[in-house]
Each structure stands twice: as C-alpha cells, then as structure tokens.
C-alpha cells in the first residue's frame, strides 16, 4: 500500500456503513479520502476520530464533488433500497433507486476517469461496491428492482473494465497495440497462489464469518 499513500480518494456515502470503513481504512493506510455524502456530519466525526488516532492519512468532508484535484482511486459504494415490487411498486420510487445505483455510479465513475485522464494518472483504480443481489434473485417481491439495479452494476463494471482495456490500446501506436494482444502476459501459477493466501488472510484478524465466493481473475489484456 506504500505507493498509494498521500494519493487522492473519493469514496460516496462515506458517512455510514461500508463507506465510512473503507474511508477509514484508506486514511489508516495514509491516503488522502474526500469522503462523500448528502450530510457530512458523520464524516466529519470520522475525520476527527481519524485525526486523534494519529492515522496517517487525510479525511475531507465534501459534499460529492470530484473535481478539485487529480483523482487516484475512486471507491463507488453509495446505493439505495426500497421496498418497491416489480407489481406495485412506485415510478417514483424506481427512479430514486435507479438514480443513486446506477446513474450515480456511472457518473462518478465518468467524472473520476476523466480525471485521472487529465493528471495522467498511470495506475488508478475505480472500484464498485455491489451486493450478492447482483448475482442472483431472492424469491422476495421487495428486492427484485433493486436486484436489477445491482445486476446493473455487475454489466457496468464488466463494460467498464472493456472501455478502459480499448482506451489504454487506443493511446498506442497500432502496432504496438497489436503486439499487446499477440504477446498477452498469461497468469502466473504464483499469481493464482496469491490469491489462495488473500481467501485465507482476509480480514484480519477473525475471517470466520466472512465467505468470499468468487474472485475473477484474468490477464490485463483480455478480451472478454
């Protein structure tokens, strides 16, 4: 984690929940996190908190935006439910949940690439926090929108990930480009080991009641 100390961290609704352990832990790990959120009033607990522990990193309370400075890493984890069924369930409601789970997302998303295209930011990171609801379908009514909301998210992250593969290519000489895929860099026995020994460290110290059920893991190059 050495080389993301001091970067810059936008991470949304970092007043609660997820958000605020993963806005805590970046600062534990000396980042500089703008923490994002309609109310910032628990966030700047947090900061004040992160501040007499002595953490090495900054905590900003904003109130999401994402423009006053080169962007390293963007942490996406705001997200909205409504107990709204697919048979009676309002347009209202449906379009709060799909503003925040999706149009937010791709929106911050949009606005931290752009940033980091701009500082020239080599090695950033966009990461979603989405839900098991994006994965499969609970036989419950109240939560079949809002799984089609985090479904969403899995074919957003998907697509981002291609974008950005094709944007990187389109940077380079054709040639080159070619060559990428022609001598595409496999994975490594010590890489798939690697990850063995994240299943079994994390979190630390008591992994017990954490299950992690899949990780996808794939050369840089790869298509699909």
Known sequence: MERWHDRLAPVTEASVGIGAAVARALVQQGLKVVGCACTV??????????????????????????????????????????????????????????????????????????????????????ININSMSGHRVVPQSVTHFYSATKYAITTLTEGLRQELREAQLHDKDPEKAAATYEHMKCHQPEDVAEAVIYVLSTPPPTPAHVQIGDIQMRPMEQVT
């Open 41 to 126: 009033g628990n966030i700047e607990e947090l900061a004040a908190e992160s501040k007499s522990a002595g953490y090495p990193g900054t905590l900003i309370p904003y109130r999401c935006d994402l423009s006053n400075d080169g962007i390293d890493i963007c942490i996406n984890n705001a997200g909205l439910g409504r107990p709204d069924s697919l048979l009676s369930g309002s347009t209202s409601g449906w379009k709060e949940i799909l503003s925040v789970n999706v149009l937010a997302l791709s929106i911050c998303t949009r606005e931290a690439y752009q940033s980091m295209k701009e500082w020239n930011v080599d090695h950033g990171h966009i």
